[in-house]
């Protein structure tokens, strides 16, 4: 009776344990994986190259992440991440904690974006200046009617501190970087709301008629309207798209970046060739975003 | 001492046998011993963990301007911190929660204990039991999805992203526990005392309200607490649904960030040791002094209950 029972016991776990081994042996077959972490703005963007990557290198696997910015150069800065993707450069006080760590920040512009600033179809505000954006954001201007519109209080929403839209947006719109206005100790506003990802600023947009949100030009859909941007009260109103971003017409247009540590190499460097060369240059316009000519 | 057995006055087989016994006894007994200290050494892993990656940042802001100060700027130069919005917000989210789970949840577990018949109580039970295991985020995706546009028209706000929205959807998780523990601590109350009251010519309901409640008014208070906890507790939730404003909220219809929600936006992009890192397990530290009350209280007052009871 004892012997049966610890049969009992003893034969699943044995079982459990041999499935999980096979398991683990089938899966790692001698192929190669790539990490890519960081910013929410480039994964729509690098989940298209990886896909296709994997599809002409079946054994490589790539998997893709967008936290945020922010985490990705942490990850950098930890060694925890093969390629980090981010929205925004490296500051040089991470440069200076990668290096204390024995990593050697590499850059790779691979696209650009156009950061859109979009509001509800039905809102009468078309163009905004950078100024008044700043005001927006900064908790100045609390009601659509102080820039042409409804009678009715904006409700602002932006990224959380993880993302790298968020610094962006803040060094280059609320602080008016190379404005005469620039100030550098603005800050967000108490009331905006900062939310934690791209996709839900943008359905509180589609949503709310009152709303306004940055999100990278991949994001943008038909259920939104970008709003012509205005460097100063003087110059005209642009759009965002690839054309304004490429000609440089369009005020708010960033570098989309990839950090490696050191000059990459091997299976990684196969990648980024990938991404850089015409074909995956042709997925950055399906995507949505700017390619680099 | 571990492993004894009495002593077999048969024939000299069963000697070999008690041998094997025994080791096999003390065997099991010390693994035991040692998976219940390794509960409490985790424990106290997590406690040093928090002490000593949070503590630090208290060089640079002094504590009371850690907890009373209002500007929370992690990553700029320099950076303050300072979290009684969190703190606030943590305490909206939380109130909202309990003044809504607290009266369905006693009521319904009043109605489970005194007055369902056994094939209600059943059906009733396992369901309360699914509803507890909805996970957090798909607590949220509902809370964004639905609850927001309605609590948005229904108030009349700017948006439905607010500490209300985000207090209805933790008092749906709330709502499980209050209900189990609340139940047995209603059934616990002896049925004597029932018996009692309706010998006296009480109806059933006045029973329920002056006998058995009362009767069972720690194992409730404990439940409460209970409930309280999950609901600080809560990150994806709050995260997704409370709105992320920075202001200290002064009505639940703001849009607000729990402690909870502040960690989680702000981790991804803290870099290992450095301030922003150690000013968020601070907050962490803050989180878990709160939930250590809580249950605190509530194991004081479930052992009242106890020994109120105990025959």
């Known amino acids: 009776m004892r012997k049966r029972k610890k049969l009992l016991i003893i034969l699943p776990v044995v079982a459990v344990v041999a499935l999980i081994v096979t398991i683990i042996a089938l899966g790692s077959d001698g192929g190669s994986s790539i990490k890519i972490i960081g910013s929410n703005t480039v994964t729509p963007l690098s989940s298209v190259w990886a896909e296709e990557f994997m599809n002409t290198h079946p054994d490589v696997s790539i998997a893709?992440?967008?936290?945020?910015?922010?985490?990705?150069?942490?990850?950098?800065?930890?060694?925890?991440?093969?390629?980090?993707?981010?929205?925004?450069?490296?500051?040089?006080?991470?440069?200076?904690?990668?290096?204390?760590?024995?990593?050697?920040?590499?850059?790779?512009?691979?696209?650009?974006?156009?950061?859109?600033?979009?509001?509800?179809?039905?809102?009468?505000?078309?163009?905004?200046?950078?100024?008044?954006?700043?005001?927006?954001?900064?908790?100045?201007?609390?009601?659509?009617?102080?820039?042409?519109?409804?009678?009715?209080?904006?409700?602002?929403?932006?990224?959380?501190?993880?993302?790298?839209?968020?610094?962006?947006?803040?060094?280059?719109?609320?602080?008016?970087?190379?404005?005469?206005?620039?100030?550098?100790?603005?800050?967000?506003?108490?009331?905006?709301?900062?939310?934690?990802?791209?996709?839900?600023?943008?359905?509180?947009?589609?949503?709310?008629?009152?709303?306004?949100?940055?999100?990278?030009?991949?994001?943008?859909?038909?259920?939104?309207?970008?709003?012509?941007?205005?460097?100063?009260?003087?110059?005209?109103?642009?759009?965002?798209?690839?054309?304004?971003?490429?000609?440089?017409?369009?005020?708010?247009?960033?570098?989309?970046?990839?950090?490696?540590?050191?000059?990459?190499?091997?299976?990684?460097?196969?990648?980024?060739?990938?991404?850089?060369?015409?074909?995956?240059?042709?997925?950055?316009?399906?995507?949505?975003?700017?390619?680099l000519q | 001492m571990f492993g004894k057995t009495p002593p077999d006055t048969t024939a000299e087989p069963g000697k070999v046998l008690r041998r094997r016994w025994r080791l096999g006894e003390k065997l099991i007994e010390s693994w035991i011993f040692l998976a219940g200290i390794l509960t409490i050494v985790v424990l106290l892993g997590i406690i040093a963990l928090l002490l000593k990656e949070g503590l630090p940042v208290f060089w640079y802001t002094p504590p009371w301007e850690f907890l009373f100060g209002t500007k929370w700027y992690p990553i700029s130069e320099p950076p303050t911190f300072g979290i009684t919005s969190f703190f606030v917000a943590t305490l909206w989210v939380t109130l909202v929660a309990t003044a809504i789970s607290v009266p369905i949840g006693v009521a319904c577990a009043a109605y489970l204990a005194e007055v369902a018949p056994a094939k209600v109580r059943e059906t009733v039970k396992p369901i309360i039991e699914i509803l507890a295991g909805i996970p957090s985020v798909v607590m949220g995706f509902i809370g964004l999805m639905l609850l927001s546009p309605l609590v948005q028209s229904a108030f009349n706000l700017n948006t439905g992203l607010c500490g209300l929205t985000a207090g209805i959807m933790l008092s749906l998780m709330s709502l499980p526990i209050i209900i189990s523990v609340s139940e047995d601590a209603l059934r616990a109350v002896p049925y004597d005392f029932r018996e009692a009251s309706y010998a006296l010519g009480a109806t059933k309901w006045e029973t329920i309200r002056h006998v058995c409640i009362p009767g069972a008014l720690s194992g409730i208070t404990a439940a409460v607490m209970l409930g309280v906890g999950r609901a600080i507790g809560e990150t994806m939730t709050v995260l997704m649904v409370a709105g992320g404003a920075l202001a200290v909220p002064v009505s639940p219809t703001d849009p607000m960030m729990p402690m909870t929600a502040a960690i989680a936006s702000g981790i991804g992009n803290a870099v290992r040791g450095g301030l922003q890192y150690q000013a968020l397990f601070a907050i962490g530290l803050t989180l878990f002094i709160l939930t250590l009350a809580v249950n605190l209280i509530a194991d004081r007052v479930l052992e009242r209950q106890k020994r109120k009871f105990a025959r």
């Open chain 1, 64 to 291: 893709v992440s967008g936290p945020g910015s922010g985490v990705g150069i942490a990850a950098l800065i930890n060694d925890t991440t093969d390629i980090c993707q981010a929205s925004r450069k490296i500051k040089q006080s991470e440069i200076d904690q990668a290096e204390a760590n024995g990593v050697e920040p590499y850059e790779i512009q691979v696209a650009t974006d156009a950061l859109s600033v979009v509001v509800h179809p039905s809102n009468p505000v078309s163009e905004l200046t950078i100024v008044q954006l700043s005001a927006i954001y900064t908790g100045e201007i609390t009601n659509w009617n102080e820039v042409g519109g409804n009678d009715a209080e904006i409700v602002a929403i932006a990224r959380d501190t993880n993302s790298g839209t968020h610094v962006f947006f803040k060094e280059h719109v609320v602080q008016m970087e190379g404005l005469p206005t620039e100030d550098k100790s603005l800050e967000y506003g108490g009331d905006v709301l900062m939310l934690p990802s791209t996709e839900e600023g943008v359905s509180q947009v589609a949503y709310n008629p009152n709303a306004i949100f940055y999100p990278g030009l991949g994001y943008v859909t038909e259920e939104v309207k970008p709003l012509a941007i205005m460097q100063t009260a003087d110059s005209t109103g642009v759009l965002p798209s690839v054309q304004t971003a490429l000609d440089g017409t369009y005020p708010i247009a960033r570098p989309l970046l990839f950090y490696t540590d050191g000059e990459p190499t091997g299976v990684i460097k196969d990648f980024i060739d990938y991404c850089l060369s015409s074909e995956g240059q042709e997925k950055v316009i399906e995507v949505g975003y700017v390619p």
